[in-house]
């Protein structure tokens, strides 16, 4: 069997006085007011990339089936959201729902891991710090796969630990089988994969067993296998495809301490070990003595392997997002390391005397927080919506069925294949699957570039000799083509800007008089050629 951990609270602990009692219960209703938050913008409109979601479930089993291999998340998450939607319906409470489910399995799961290291009071501040983590309340409420990813990763880490006190070869296997399991929901979550097996040889080495240490090895690794087959052809896609989904910048060293050292927990956490020294000071019956020796123990192993597992998944794409024009650094992207960063968290908390600053650590930071949250009207929020300038759009365009021309906000718009037509139905315009417009819609791409001009000019080409009115609307990466449209359509056009919706611009063109188009009408601006 492998060597046994015991943290510094598992064996002083399971006190079952009144006081540690009243304690848990503190505790709990910590961690109830930080989940209490996810649900702040569980009503919010749908942003772009969540209309996305709907746009591919929308078009049933076979949309999904079809773009199983050129999007980059596994279709695992849209089968079951497909199905979800299929019994509850398609409001935004009930597309929501479903991620704060998986969110809630993966704080049970992280509990769990934690008894498996801590005692309960521990366990929960590590479920503490897992909900508080500002990208636990963004994706818990996400209509996208990620907090089901988080889940599969808790649930991972949870059967390791689990793994240390036992040589079963069933549980190596569904140990495997979970590994993979995040991958399913979204390919750049192999980055969580190098970390669990590096963890699986610290928890599990040195033994008395090696065989059966081996033998658990490659049970885990077959089961892994089978379940990582179906992934191959999307991941192979997605390094042919590794430029084209670009759309962040490169990451600076701030983004990643606030991912690894999320809001004021490391200064509470310093603030709270200076007044334990303090205590320490005030006390000499209770001799502090430091011992700053790093003794390879299973504690200290155990501490290095949630360190990796919390780092690993951050590291690895702000490391290539620094040294490749790759940019995939993005917090939803790094979710996977939320589960590891609490529990190590957690560890460090452990280590406090005297257990009382537990709690009072554990009580100011969910006030400071959850309270922020509480009191700030963004957090009802949910990114930015097309659902108020589309709505604005409608209004102005219905009387006279105006076409309504839009700059897609999707990266991939300028360089794949647009519609030459109208695009009401066309993954480029996804927010119209939930907020449809009765009057046709043209797609334009993302930024301003050749094949932007060119199927803007043709477009006013065509309104101009029909005299016919339109809109055009476009995200802040879509400001010069509106800017160019309202400079190339203004001989024949007035222009008149309807207003701006969550830095969405909605802009009207009516025809003011009979006009040829100039010849410099289709002139790229300076800089820009065919």
């Known amino acids: 069997m492998p060597e046994t951990v015991e943290t510094s609270t598992k064996g002083a602990g399971a006190r079952t006085d009144g006081s540690s009692r009243f304690q848990t219960s503190l505790y709990l209703l910590a961690l109830l007011a930080s ?38 998340i596994f279709p695992a998450y849209y089968y079951l959201l497909w199905a979800w939607t299929r019994i509850f319906g398609h409001s935004e409470v009930v597309l929501r729902s479903l991620s704060i489910l998986a969110m809630l399995a993966a704080a049970w799961f992280v509990y769990l891991a934690g008894r498996e290291i801590f005692n309960r009071q521990t366990s929960l501040i590590a479920v503490i710090l897992f909900s508080l983590h500002f990208t636990t309340f963004y994706v818990a409420v996400d209509i996208r796969p990620y ?13 390791l630990l689990r793994l240390r006190r036992s040589d079963s070869l069933a549980l190596a296997a569904l140990f495997g089988f979970a590994a993979a399991l995040p991958v399913w929901f979204h390919y750049l979550w192999g980055t969580c994969l190098p970390a669990l097996l590096i963890a699986f040889f610290l928890l599990k080495f040195p033994s008395s067993n090696p065989r059966a240490v081996w033998k658990q090895l490659a049970v885990a690794l077959a089961a892994f296998t089978l379940a990582f087959l179906p992934l191959i052809p999307g991941i192979l896609y997605l390094f042919h495809a590794s430029g084209s989904h670009v759309y962040a ?36 019956q209770h001799k502090f003595r430091p011992n700053l020796a790093l003794r390879w123990t299973p504690s200290l192993r155990l501490f290095l392997a949630l360190v990796l597992l919390g780092s690993f998944p951050v590291l690895i794409p702000w490391a290539v997002s620094r ?13 996977g390391a939320i589960p590891g960063i609490a529990l190590a968290w957690a560890w ?69 294949r647009l519609p030459s037509g109208p695009a009401n139905n066309s993954r480029f315009l996804a927010q119209l699957s939930y907020y449809p417009l009765t009057v046709p819609a043209y797609v334009l791409p993302r930024t301003l570039n050749p094949r932007a001009i060119r199927i803007g000019s043709k477009f006013l080409q065509n309104a101009t000799q029909k005299r016919q009115p339109f809109l055009a609307l476009g995200h802040t990466a879509s400001y010069p083509i509106l800017n160019w449209l309202s400079s190339q359509a203004s001989y024949a056009f007035t222009v008149r800007k309807i207003g701006v919706y969550d830095n969405i611009e909605v802009l009207e063109f009516t025809p003011r008089r009979a006009a040829e188009p100039p010849k410099n009408l289709v002139k790229p601006p300076r800089g820009l050629t065919y």
């Open 348 to 416: 460090l908390i452990d280590r406090l005397r005297p257990h009382i600053l537990h709690l009072l650590l554990c009580l100011s930071l969910v006030a400071v927080t959850a309270t922020s949250y509480w009191l700030s009207p963004k957090s009802r929020l949910h990114d930015y919506t097309w659902k108020y300038a589309l709505a604005a759009a409608e209004k102005a365009a219905a009387p006279t069925q105006s076409p309504v021309l839009i700059c897609s906000d999707y990266p991939e718009a300028d360089y794949e």
């Open 249 to 284: 910048k490169a990451p600076g060293y701030f983004a990643l301490y606030f991912m690894l050292a999320p809001g004021w927990l490391p200064v509470f956490y310093l603030a709270f070990c200076l007044v334990a020294l303090v205590i320490v000071a005030l006390k000499p």
């Open 147 to 159: 907090a089901c990813g988080v889940m599969g990763v808790a649930l991972a880490i949870y059967l």
């Open 323 to 335: 040294a490749t024009s790759i940019h995939v650094f993005v917090t939803m992207h790094c979710a």
């Open 35 to 72: 989940i209490s938050i996810w649900f702040l913008p569980i009503r919010a409109p749908l942003w772009l990339d969540e209309t996305g979601t709907y746009w591919m479930i929308d078009g049933g089993l076979h949309r999904i089936w079809e773009y199983r291999i050129t999007d980059l």
